[in-house]
């Protein structure tokens, strides 16, 4: 809060709750300095466009008997709209399968394969999450329909043991997905591991595939780019990335962001970094869509859990205590007084209570600015996002390829909503 300029201070703490909801999509006020308004509206348009285009809403599949099991709202949307994104990048380029990179239980490549008639290979590193797929994709090509067909227009191809093959006709030899056990991690192995597989499914015929990730963590996203520069076969790219935090960097010491030329001469030394690591897990947090629908209730609960917890670690931290997670998010927040005694109990540390309580007499005047400091933050989430995003597109523009950043979910479902797409 210290960081935040003195002109600005008062100006926030006198805002309602309705007014910080509003804060991060450009409202300003006659009464606030201009350094604070032009602060806002600039945060304002420099956010991405989240605004999700009607031919992406138009391509959504339908999830059937074999694919719905188990879904959550989200998953099923997430699932549902990026599998008909891929559905037409495949029609656009012609290609005849599909690369799952971060598999994980295989919704995405189930839905691909029983739904649109592609065949699919996941890449997931756990081995028992790739079995789990393989054993969930036997059950739902039990529960789909027998006369399931390759989509039209669609090469599809099938898939058996650990690569692809070409397309079969005649019962029994539709589209297909199976999982590999690999860790795309940008070592040699793991490099030489996706180039067998490549090769093996060019030996037989599949020369046109496709690559899809669905909020591929961290690194996976730039190391999954890399991969489609350096295979000609891959034919288009359709990525959704999360957890920006997890990427090494800065880039001067192997890292991935910045990643294009571009947003690297913006650098203010070799090897600095541009932004922090909490910066780059605050464009990973919530959007200000779902800020703006948050209600004073939710305001409220959120200034405390925020408050008292900073409170937990200070007085931790000062114990040579570590914080357990799971405990703390088990205490009770109605106030400090509930918080102290249910966390004390928790950690069976009756010594706690009185500590915390102390604590929070002290710096409970400053739980005040939670709010305002989060409204704050809200106004740069979007502007650190699409830096990452955009940095991403530009690097594939640098090397010559057709990239755009397109919004494919409902950023209220799913925040992570923009998908990096690419084709040659």
């Not at 348009?45 to 031919?55: A, F, H, N, Y």
């Not at 961290?218 to 288009?236: A, E, N």
């Not at 914080?323 to 966390?343: P, V």
């Amino acid at each position: 809060w210290e960081k935040i300029p003195d002109e600005w201070r008062d100006h926030l703490l006198q805002l309602n709750y309705e007014e910080m909801n509003a804060t991060p999509f450009g409202r300003t006020k006659d009464t606030w300095p201009s350094s604070l308004n032009e602060f806002v509206t600039t945060s304002d348009k420099l956010c991405l466009d989240r605004t999700v285009p009607e031919w992406v809403k138009e391509a959504e599949v339908k999830l059937g008997l074999g694919t719905r099991g188990g879904l959550s709202p989200k998953k099923v949307h997430e699932v549902c709209r990026l599998a008909g994104v891929v559905k037409c990048m495949c029609l656009k380029t012609s290609c005849q399968a599909v690369i799952d990179i971060g598999s994980g239980l295989g919704y995405l490549g189930r839905c691909l394969a029983l739904e649109c008639g592609v065949s699919v290979m996941g890449v997931e590193a756990k081995q028992e999450l790739t079995e789990s797929a393989q054993r969930m994709m036997e059950d739902g090509r039990r529960k789909a329909p027998s006369n399931l067909e390759p989509c039209s227009g669609i090469a599809t191809s099938c898939c058996h043991g650990d690569r692809l093959h070409p397309p079969k006709h005649g019962p029994g030899n539709g589209p297909s997905n199976v999982s590999v056990s690999l860790c795309l991690d940008g070592t040699a192995q793991s490099c030489e591991q996706m180039k067998e597989l490549l090769q093996q499914s060019e030996s037989v015929g599949v020369v046109r595939l496709g690559v899809v990730g669905l909020h591929c963590c961290g690194d996976l996203t730039p190391y999954t780019q890399k991969l489609f520069l350096s295979h000609p076969s891959i034919r288009h790219l359709v990525l959704v990335g999360c957890c920006y935090h997890k990427m090494r960097q800065p880039h001067a010491c192997g890292g991935h962001f910045p990643l294009s030329a571009l947003v690297k001469g913006l650098m203010p030394a070799q090897g600095q970094r541009i932004v922090s690591t909490l910066a780059l897990r605050l464009a990973a947090q919530e959007t200000r869509e779902r800020w703006r629908k948050q209600s004073n209730g939710n305001h409220s609960n959120h200034e405390k859990q925020m408050a008292f917890r900073a409170i937990a670690e200070a007085v931790l931290s000062d114990k040579g205590s570590p914080l357990n997670g799971k405990l703390i998010r088990r205490a009770n927040y109605a106030d400090i007084g509930s918080f102290a005694e249910s966390l004390s109990i928790l950690m069976k540390d009756p010594s706690l209570k009185d500590k915390l309580l102390t604590y929070h007499a002290t710096y409970g005047q400053f739980v005040a600015y939670v709010e305002p400091f989060t409204a704050l933050q809200t106004c740069m989430q979007g502007v650190l996002e699409g830096l990452i995003v955009l940095d991403r597109c530009v690097y594939l523009w640098e090397q010559g390829i057709q990239a755009e950043m397109v919004p494919v979910f409902d950023e209220d479902l799913s925040p992570r909503c923009i998908a990096l797409l690419a084709t040659r």
